[in-house]
């Protein structure tokens, strides 16, 4: 009986854990994109980011991608030296580190036209001090691994955050609630 209130204890523990990452898919149902007039400052103005937080770029490749900048970079569109390039269509980025994080499409004429992002993530109110690890990507291609990079936060201040909970991280909290109570049930 000990060792099943430890199993459910360490299931409670991991379902916890993952429900605190959110999934944003960047433009929502438009996607990545500049036929839809998509304004991204005000998309990204209406999301809270967190450490472990995944952005997703969807858009068609053909047309399209994604670049990593710096801030000097974003502003002025300079695509000459990104940071990191992703050309998947289907792009995941994992927030590893706070601050804010720069993106646009280097296809000329697409980052002028409002096609680039700037995500502010939050710093963590935990007392636990958390070190900038790199940002990873998962390209969804299994013949390379993913790319990493680093880039320090720019210092710049960012959109009012939306206190809102996310639709992934509510339905996360409660399959963990329901889990440990099947668990839970089990145990007697």
Not at 15 to 23: D, I, Q, Y
Not at 42 to 53: E, M, N, Q, V, Y
Not at 130 to 155: K, Q
Request: charged letters at 10%; proline letters at 8%; aromatic letters at 10%.
């Amino acid at each position: 009986m000990a060792a099943r209130i430890v199993v459910v204890l360490a299931c409670m523990v991991v379902m916890l854990r993952l429900s605190e990452a959110a999934v944003y898919k960047v433009g929502d149902s438009a996607g990545w994109t500049t036929i839809a007039n998509v304004d991204y400052k005000l998309w990204a103005s209406t999301k809270t980011f967190h450490i472990g937080d995944t952005v997703l770029f969807q858009y068609n490749p053909q047309f399209h991608n994604v670049m990593r900048v710096t801030h000097a970079m974003y502003r002025s569109c300079n695509n000459s030296k990104p940071i990191s390039t992703f050309t998947t269509g289907n792009d995941s980025i994992t927030l590893t580190n706070h601050g804010h994080h720069f993106f646009f499409c280097g296809v000329p004429g697409h980052c002028q036209a409002g096609q680039k992002l700037d995500l502010n993530v939050i710093q963590p109110t935990s007392s636990t001090p958390l070190s900038d690890p790199p940002i990873s990507s998962d390209s969804s291609s299994p013949s390379s691994p993913p790319s990493t990079t680093t880039i320090p936060s720019a210092g710049v201040p960012g959109p009012s955050p939306s206190h809102a909970a996310s639709i992934p991280h509510v339905a996360a909290t409660v399959v963990a609630l329901l889990v440990s109570c099947f668990f839970a049930n089990f145990a007697y």
